[in-house]
């Protein structure tokens, strides 16, 4: 998915319309986290809140929208909420929802589309507003795109998830005629959860005894950027920078060499980020850490601000013991902070504060197609003097978002930061023993076959008695099959390279999802041929074992492939690595 800003946001353009909906608030209060309290107690201001855009397959009447809209905030007490000033602080009330109405937001001559849809965001997903979400909807020649936005202080990131999921499937129940969200389960709301946190034990002295030794190495605050961010008064106008950090063949490696160290892939991301840190500024890696406290299966669906600031601090690259440091700030942030911080009159905030959020979308209980919708995850354009860095994990590989104060010192110091970063981990990826085969006392990497390689891939094929029968077309037509397999994402053709990169082995890998076995993913390999240099080896061995590494990392539970009848000893290699001729396999020339 992508993870943008709404400066960078990529959107058609057409008509922007915005759902106008009254609310009516009751009388019971609510209770009100503490980071809720942070948050909606600064007031309203531009920038406060996160959004999802995602295009809808196919035209949709606006009556079906709307109706689909109102069931989801009929679902999510969440977000039939709304704050208001009290003597002491915000207070939250539950709120029942009034008419409705589509309204058009005007774009002006030469304005972009995306910073029209800011100023209607800016205006009406404010802590105070009420509600504090909107419902943007662009109409255009190939169907619409649904833009949600709320305020910070009543959704995370996981909930913009729940919110489409849930959109998408009471629209569909529209098309159907049938009453959306029968037979779904109660979302609790997110009031629910900060009661349960209130009830709950508090943090035992060890905890606090952890955090006042974080907080006390940086300075008596919260963690800040370890280099200069620029002189300036207040915060600044930001710099936000996205990238593609690694894509799905270097993601899975780098998930395939944690795995090896014992380790998650955010544990080499904080080694990595560690080692980074104490080459540049010659400090140990502190930060800022999110978490989420939906620990209990019965917030997975909820809607909310299910996210508390935790610490990390590695000073060790090692990734067991960046492993460690991610486990000790889960564990830190695991606690009510309220009473841990009190001792600093709150969270102690200062400039030049550092976060660092990490999500793995493969690992999250609520998916949508982020790509057949073309979701994008969007942040707000605001004034900074910190840095925040947002980490997102997903099916394309990894990508990062990066926001800061746009100063030439900041530039210069988070750029190189970020430079140095993302060369560490590409390095990581490619140097992974994921993609190296030690076999026999000999070292072979497997790689994404390059347009230059047809002509080896092609000789490999046909180096057989069968092979040697069909394999004979023209090489134009190999380099314009090479091209479509490379254009296709599912698609891994490799090659495998000995020390003296020479092409000694290849396979077609294919990631195949699939409705059969409760939705199961399968790897179907193809086309797999090693060279009489490198035969007797076992090189096949490991070029399979990797193949099932490939597949695993990709979602897949089963692993498929076809072998010509007449390759009787290719039969008993493959059954010696476990398949199974359960099937019978056919054939037809088209």
Not at 178 to 191: I, K, L, R, V
Not at 327 to 342: F, H, I, Q, R
Not at 359 to 383: C, F, H, M, N, T
Request: net charge negative; aromatic share 6%; hydrophobic share 45%.
């Amino acid at each position: 998915m992508r993870l943008t800003n709404v400066a960078h946001l990529r959107l058609p353009f057409g008509r922007l319309l915005g759902y106008d909906l009254g609310v009516e608030p009751q009388p019971r209060a609510l209770p009100v986290s503490f980071d809720q309290r942070r948050h909606v107690g600064a007031g309203d201001r531009a920038g406060s809140w996160m959004a999802l855009s995602f295009r809808l397959p196919g035209p949709r009447d606006l009556a079906d929208v709307e109706a689909a809209w109102r069931a989801v905030l009929h679902r999510h007490g969440t977000l039939r909420s709304v704050f208001s000033p009290g003597p002491d602080g915000p207070l939250l009330h539950a709120a029942r929802l009034g008419e409705g109405r589509w309204v058009e937001h005007p774009i002006a001559p030469g304005q972009a589309v995306n910073d029209a849809l800011r100023e209607v965001l800016d205006a009406t997903c404010a802590p105070y507003a009420a509600p504090a979400h909107r419902l943007c909807l662009l109409e255009t020649a190939d169907g619409p795109t649904l833009v949600v936005g709320a305020d910070h202080s009543h959704v995370d990131m996981w909930s913009m998830l729940v919110i489409a999921r849930d959109l998408l499937a009471a629209l569909d129940a529209r098309r159907r005629g049938t009453e959306p969200f029968a037979g779904w389960p109660d979302a609790a709301p997110f009031a629910e959860h900060t009661a349960a946190l209130r009830a709950g034990p508090r943090a035992p002295q060890e905890v606090r005894r952890r955090w006042a030794e974080v907080l006390e190495a940086s300075g008596g605050v919260m963690p800040r950027f370890p280099m200069p961010l620029g002189e300036g008064e207040g915060p600044q106008r930001e710099r936000v920078e996205v990238r593609d950090v690694l894509d799905v063949d270097d993601a899975a490696a780098l998930g395939v060499s944690a795995a090896e160290a014992g380790v998650s892939t955010l544990g080499l991301v904080v080694s990595a980020m560690t080692r980074v840190t104490r080459i540049l500024a010659d400090e140990p890696l502190r930060a800022v850490f999110p978490v989420h406290s939906r620990y209990e299966p019965t917030w997975h669906d909820s809607v909310g601000w299910f996210i508390t600031n935790s610490v990390l601090t590695c000073d060790d690259p090692h990734p067991k013991a960046a492993a460690a440091a991610v486990k000790e700030a889960v564990s830190l942030g695991s606690w009510p902070l309220e009473d841990v911080l009190a001792p600093w009159g709150g969270m102690p905030e200062a400039p030049g504060m550092f976060a660092i959020s990490w999500l793995d979308l493969r690992r999250l209980p609520v998916r949508v197609d982020a790509k057949g919708l073309e979701a994008q995850y969007v942040g707000a354009s605001i004034l900074t003097d910190g840095v925040m860095l947002w980490f997102v994990l997903d099916e394309s590989g990894l990508h990062l978002r990066c926001r800061y104060p746009d100063t030439d010192e900041a530039r210069r110091n988070v750029g190189r930061w970020l430079d140095r970063l993302v060369a560490e981990l590409r390095h990581r990826a490619r140097e992974s023993a994921g993609g190296v085969l030690r076999v026999a006392g000999r070292r072979f990497r497997v790689q994404r076959a390059a347009r230059g390689d047809v002509p080896a891939l092609v000789a490999l094929l046909a180096d057989d008695p069968i092979g040697a029968t069909r394999e004979s077309g023209d090489p134009v037509d190999y380099e314009a099959a090479y091209d479509a397999v490379a254009r296709d994402p599912a698609q891994f053709l490799a090659v495998v390279r000995d020390d003296e990169d020479t092409v000694v082995a290849t396979m077609q890998l294919s990631i195949v999802p699939g409705l059969s076995r409760s939705g199961a993913t399968r790897l179907q390999v193809e086309g797999v041929r090693v060279g009489a240099t490198a035969r007797g080896l076992g090189l096949g061995t490991a070029m399979l074992e990797w193949a099932h590494d490939h597949g695993r990392a990709r979602g897949a539970t089963l692993a498929q492939l076809t072998s010509d009848a007449a390759r009787t000893g290719a039969h008993g290699f493959y059954e010696r690595l476990g398949y199974q001729a359960s099937h019978l396999g056919f054939k037809k020339q088209l």
